[in-house]
């Protein structure tokens, strides 16, 4: 099993910038793909990103693309998201998860992070 905690979020303005921190703790951190996802209020949880073992591998959501970036440090067992451009829409809980497939399912992915509020004004 691996355990992971987010960190980072905050209230930005739009057009600001914030990065998350995803630490992993138990089973080893490499073995796994890693994945970013959101939850609105009133939505249903969604894939905003995700990695490769070796983090030479990533997916973007199309709303995400050319803002966020995702990267990872296996010897310090962290996960990074950079956001950039940030847009109230962009307003959620994120959170970090690990899977044994590389996938924008998030049934795949089974070990979830509590969450951390990312909250955009305008």
């Known amino acids: 099993q691996v355990q992971l905690v987010e960190s980072g979020g905050g209230l930005v303005q739009a057009g600001g910038s914030l990065r998350l921190s995803c630490v992993a703790s138990g089973d080893t951190f490499s073995t796994y793909r890693m994945g970013w996802f959101r939850q609105a209020p009133g939505r249903e949880r969604e894939f905003v990103t995700g990695?490769?073992?070796?983090?030479?591998?990533?997916l973007y959501a199309d709303f995400v693309k050319g803002r966020f970036i995702i990267s990872r440090d296996n010897v310090k067992n962290r996960m990074i998201l950079q956001m950039n451009s940030l847009k109230p829409e962009d307003t959620a809980v994120y959170y970090c998860a690990a899977s044994r497939r590389m996938t924008t399912d998030r049934d795949d992915y089974d070990y979830w992070g509590q969450g951390t509020q990312v909250t955009v004004s305008s």
């Open positions: 990695i490769s073992r070796s983090g030479g591998m990533t």
